[in-house]
T-cell receptor, first 121, second 106 residues
Framework: QVQLQESGPGLVKPSQTLSLTCTVT??????????WGWVRQHPGKGLEWIGY???????FYNPSLKSRLTISPDMSKNQFSLNLKSVTAADTAVYYC?????????????WSPGTLVTVSS | DIQMTQSPSSLSASVGDRVTVTCRAS??????VNWYWQKPGRAPALLIY???RLQSGVPSRFSGRGSGTDFSLTINNLQPEDFATYYC?????????FGGGTRVEI
């Protein structure tokens, strides 16, 4: 059973880079058939797709974040990471790492527990 | 981007009720719709994928239907553990987008 756990600082200063890592257990990110990515949720709000990566290195980013965003894999550690540059208070959110299953249609399962990242000086 | 308009934004119900949540896409998306639920302080979890397929382990009182632009999630015989916020999501095109959520409360 695949499980995901995010890690990283809970507080980031404005204009700095938000960096999170997702550790995957029970499955290999280097095996095809699944995408690995991130979703965030602003406090008290709905869900926003950030982006995902395929084992081949192909990435798909939300256009609204693309200029600031990098998602990259570390196959040796079975992890993938999120880097979001030049953050502002608007990037304060709970961040979830996810697996996207594909089979024609696609869906997110599972989700990590989530980590709150606050952007504040 | 495809917009997913979910309604109602909240509803009150009682244990044993039948509840329906709807989601309308801004363009036709075949059956590329998923439903998730989220309890306070918890991560969302998959309920239904591809519009009508029940995720393994999800109780059979949950069902989904629809294709094209109109989709629905129905909960029969509402149970105490079903009180949560429900989200639809389209994966027909990138970026995948979510509905605004429906809070089901007592």
């Amino acid at each position: 059973q695949v499980q995901l756990q995010e890690s990283g600082p809970g507080l980031v200063k404005p204009s700095q880079t938000l960096s999170l890592t997702c550790t995957v257990t029970g499955g290999l990110i280097s095996r095809g058939g699944s995408y690995w990515g991130w979703v965030r949720q602003h406090p008290g709000k709905g869900l926003e797709w950030i982006g995902y990566i395929y084992y081949s290195g192909e990435t798909f980013y939300n256009p609204s974040l693309k200029s600031r965003l990098t998602i990259s894999p570390d196959m040796s550690k079975n992890q993938f990471s999120l880097n979001l540059k030049s953050v502002t208070a608007a990037d304060t959110a709970v961040y979830y790492c996810t697996r996207v299953e594909t089979g024609g249609e696609s869906w997110i399962d599972p989700w990590s527990p989530g980590t709150l990242v606050t952007v504040s000086s | 981007d495809i917009q997913m308009t979910q309604s109602p934004s909240s509803l009150s119900a009682s244990v044993g009720d039948r509840v329906t949540v709807t989601c309308r896409a801004s363009q036709s998306i075949s059956t590329y719709v998923n439903w998730y639920w989220q309890k306070p302080g918890r991560a969302p979890a998959l309920l239904i994928y591809a519009a009508s397929r029940l995720q393994s382990g999800v109780p059979s009182r949950f069902s989904g239907r629809g294709s094209g632009t109109d989709f629905s999630l129905t909960i029969n015989n509402l149970q105490p553990e079903d009180f949560a916020t429900y989200y639809c999501q389209q994966t027909y095109s990138t970026p995948p987008t979510f509905g605004g959520g429906t809070r089901v409360e007592i």
